[in-house]
C-alpha cells in the first residue's frame, strides 16, 4: 500500500458513479483518489454536476489494457462502476491482479462474478490480491445479514430473506441497472456451465442438516408485517450467499445453512403486473431486435419503473429499504453436543435496514468496502476472489457501514440488542 491513489473510482461518470465519488469526497477523510473512465471531458464533468472541486482524473479504458495496467498501477484499490460487468468487468479484473491492486465493484450478475471466480480465483490467491464483487446493494445486506443471522445461533439450519423497498415518492432505476439484469436474465444457461465447473474448485462443504428448505417461485407469506405475495428474488442475492456459505462450511467444518431470497410484492395486483411484464421481456429478449428494442426502452418495457434519466434525488430521499430474515436453527447446546438431525428448536428474526437501495445503500457499502480493503487489508487474509462476508470477516466493515446508517437488529429470538 502506499501508491499514488489510495482509492480509483473507475466509471465515475455513471449515474451510481457519481454518487460513489460524492461519498468517497464525504466519508473518505484523508484519503487521496481519483476519478477515471475512457473520456477525461466526460469524467471532469461528471466531477463539476456533483459539485466536487480538487479531484483528480485518471484515464482508462476497458478496451486499452494498457490504460487499464496503468490506472491499476497507481492505486492501492480500484472501485469499479463500469456496467455491464459482462460486457466490461473482466479486463478491470485482469489489470488489478496484474499490478497488485485490490479490486471492489457493484455488480448483481451472478454470471460474471462466478465466471471471475472459476478464471481468476488462483491467481487473485498467488498474487495476495482481493477480488470482491456484489460490494453495492447487491449483495451486501444480504451477505452481511446472513453472517448477521448466523451470530444468533448455535447453528443456522435455513434462512429465508425477505427485500421490500418502501417509498413515499415511487421507487425508480437507472437504465444501466436493467441493462445488467436483461442481459442477466439471457445468461442462464452459460451460468450453469460456470458452476458445473465451479464445483471441481470449490472446496467441499459440509452437507446442511435439518429439513429441507423449499424454494418457491411465487406465495403468499404471513409472517411478514406487510403480508401479501412474495416473488424468489431475481437478484444475485442467492448466488452470494451460498458461495459465501460453500466457502465458511469448508473452512469451519460445520454444515451449510441454506439460503433463499425473495421480494415483497404486496397485493394480487402487483403480482399480476410482475408476472406479465417478466413474461413479455423474456419472450422479448429472445430475439435480437426485441432485445435491442428492450434496451432501448427501459421504461416503456417496465411501466416507467427503470428509464435512462433514473431516480430523482426527490425519490431517493424518500425511499428505504428492509430486509427481513426468518431464520431456523439449533441452540449452542445441541450444536455443541453435535444433536442436529431432527428439526431445529430455535427460531430468531433479523432484520437489516437503510435508505434508498440501489444508489445510495450501495454508495455507502461499496465505499466502506474499499475503505476496508486499504485499512485492513492485513486482516483479510490471502488473496482470492471472495463474496463482501468472506472478505471482511473480523474487519470493521460492518462497522462502518452502520455507521453511514445501515441497521442491523434482532427483532426476536436469538442474542437481545440491535446493533
Known amino acids: 500500500m502506499g501508491r499514488e491513489f489510495g482509492v480509483v473510482v473507475f466509471g465515475a461518470s455513471g449515474f451510481t458513479g457519481k454518487r460513489v465519488m460524492v461519498e468517497m469526497a464525504a466519508h473518505a477523510p484523508g484519503v487521496k483518489w481519483a476519478a477515471a473512465g475512457r473520456s477525461e471531458q466526460r469524467v471532469k464533468a461528471a466531477i463539476d454536476s456533483v459539485g466536487l472541486l480538487d479531484v483528480a482524473v485518471v484515464v482508462a479504458d476497458c478496451g486499452d489494457e494498457e490504460s487499464m495496467l496503468a ?27 496484474a499490478q497488485g491492486t485490490n479490486y471492489v465493484d457493484i455488480t448483481g450478475e451472478p454470471e460474471f462474478m462466478e465466471r471471475v471466480e472459476l478464471d481468476y480465483h488462483a491467481a487473485a490467491r498467488d498474487a495476495r490480491v482481493h477480488i470482491v464483487s456484489c460490494c453495492g446493494f447487491d449483495s451486501v445486506p444480504a451477505d452481511e445479514g446472513m453472517l448477521f443471522t448466523k451470530e444468533h445461533f448455535g447453528h443456522c439450519a435455513q434462512a429465508e430473506s425477505f427485500l421490500a423497498v418502501h417509498s413515499a415518492a415511487g421507487f425508480a432505476g437507472h437504465a444501466t441497472t436493467f441493462e445488467c439484469v436483461v442481459h442477466g436474465v439471457g445468461a442462464g444457461k452459460e451460468l450453469k456451465q460456470i458452476r458445473a465447473s ?13 429439513p429441507k428448505l423449499k424454494v418457491q417461485d411465487l406465495y403468499t407469506e404471513p409472517r411478514l408485517p406487510e403480508g401479501g405475495y412474495v416473488a424468489k428474488f431475481p437478484g444475485a442475492d442467492a448466488s452470494v450467499v451460498k458461495r459465501s456459505e460453500i466457502y465458511r462450511s469448508a473452512a469451519s467444518g460445520q454444515p451449510q445453512s441454506q439460503y433463499a431470497a425473495y421480494f415483497v410484492i404486496g397485493n394480487m395486483v402487483n403480482a ?24 432501448e426502452n427501459p421504461s416503456f418495457w417496465t411501466a416507467g419503473l427503470f428509464s435512462h434519466q433514473g431516480p430523482s434525488e426527490e425519490q431517493m430521499a424518500a425511499t428505504s429499504f428492509t430486509m427481513t430474515f426468518h431464520a431456523k436453527g439449533f441452540s449452542q447446546e445441541k450444536a455443541a453436543a453435535g444433536d442436529m438431525e431432527g428439526d431445529p428448536d430455535v427460531k430468531v428474526v433479523t432484520r437489516v435496514s437503510g435508505p434508498e437501495p440501489g444508489y445510495v445503500a450501495t454508495p455507502i457499502c461499496v465505499v466502506a468496502a474499499a475503505l ?17 462476508s468472506l472478505a471482511f470477516k473480523g474487519t470493521g466493515f460492518r462497522a462502518k457501514i452502520i455507521k453511514r446508517g445501515i441497521k442491523f437488529e434482532v427483532l426476536e429470538g436469538g442474542k437481545e440488542g440491535a446493533k
Not at 465451479?198 to 462443504?205: F, I, S, T, Y
Not at 419472450?283 to 428492450?294: E, L, P, T
Open 198 to 210: 465451479l464445483a471441481d474448485q470449490r472446496p467441499r462443504p459440509v452437507p446442511f442438516v435439518g
Open 372 to 388: 476496508t480493503c486499504l485499512e485492513e487489508h492485513k486482516k483479510m487474509g490471502p488473496g482470492g476472489v471472495f463474496t463482501p
Open 272 to 295: 399480476f403486473r410482475l408476472g406479465f411484464h417478466q413474461k413479455a421481456i423474456e419472450a422479448a429478449i429472445s430475439f435480437d431486435f426485441g432485445k435491442r428494442h428492450v434496451l
Open 71 to 97: 490506472m491499476c498501477a497507481r492505486a492501492d484499490v480500484v472501485i469499479n462502476c463500469t456496467g455491464p460487468f459482462r460486457f466490461y468487468g473482466e479486463p478491470v479484473v485482469k489489470a488489478c491482479i
